[in-house]
């Protein structure tokens, strides 16, 4: 007994070729499916339906009648390109003729074929070495005018830079002159400067140190005539007292 499995294979093989699901699941059963649970299970008895249904419909088709016998005439295999009966014989020979032709129009055209081949090559083998002769032309061309404008170029170069030396050495040289010229004059105002400041200087350093020798000198004589003064007092005083002592003890 065949399990039913999943349902929807023995549906699918029921409407197509087995017609109905009780068909299919003896068709599996038939063929060895004991369990319908994939689409190749159904695809098998499918197949097996089919085939049990294109025997079926073989056996109940008529016997064909055999066709008549010609009694004379001949017997006709083939037509030609007119639609004229061919024997075999005339068939076999229109059919080697036929052959002839096809094989000697293919060889033609597989000459010509070549032929343009050939000569298409030769064309661009052509071009190509008129090109490649145009190109050598033009580079040997190229070469001599880019020669001769490096040439040029590096002539106004050369010139450019000879100006631009001697512009530039006489502005350095001018520059360095004028500057040498201001530099000295202005060297000379600062020593000027210099030297005037130096006498003032020492002007007012002697007048100030001749003042203060002055009161230096004025303080010191006051200091000692104060002194001077002092001592003489003194002296007088001690003289005063030694005479007044002297008296009383004689």
Do not use: H
């Not at 007994?1 to 699918?12: F, P, Q």
């Not at 068709?27 to 294109?54: F, H, L, P, T």
């Not at 070495?129 to 580079?139: I, K, L, P």
């Not at 140190?209 to 003489?232: F, M, P």
Request: aromatic share 8%; net charge negative; hydrophobic share 30%.
């Amino acid at each position: 007994m065949v399990k039913i499995g999943n349902r929807k294979y023995l549906d699918w093989a029921g409407d197509r070729e087995c017609g109905t699901e009780d068909r299919a699941r003896k068709i599996a059963g038939q063929i060895g499916i004991k369990n319908v649970n994939s689409q190749n299970d159904a695809n098998q008895m499918n197949a097996e339906c089919k085939r049990q249904n294109n025997a079926k419909s073989s056996n109940n088709k008529p016997e064909k009648k055999p066709e008549p016998l010609i009694e004379s005439g001949p017997t006709f295999v083939g037509t030609n390109a007119a639609g004229e009966g061919l024997t075999a014989a005339e068939y076999n020979l229109y059919a080697q003729e036929t052959m002839f032709g096809l094989q000697s129009a293919q060889q033609s055209q597989i000459q010509d074929s070549v032929n343009s081949t050939n000569l298409a090559i030769q064309n661009l083998e052509n071009e190509a070495s008129a090109y490649a002769q145009d190109s050598e032309t033009g580079r040997n061309v190229y070469s001599n005018d880019a020669e001769s404008w490096r040439t040029k170029y590096s002539i106004d170069a050369q010139e450019r830079w000879n100006k631009f030396s001697d512009v530039m050495r006489y502005k350095t040289e001018t520059d360095a002159t004028k500057i040498r010229g201001e530099y000295s004059l202005d060297l000379q105002k600062i020593m000027n400067a210099g030297s005037e400041s130096v006498a003032k200087i020492t002007g007012e350093y002697s007048t100030a140190n001749t003042t203060i020798q002055g009161l230096y000198n004025l303080e010191g004589e006051k200091v000692r005539g104060e002194a001077a003064r002092d001592v003489a007092k003194t002296n007088k005083d001690a003289s005063i007292f030694g005479n007044f002592v002297g008296g009383f003890w004689s």
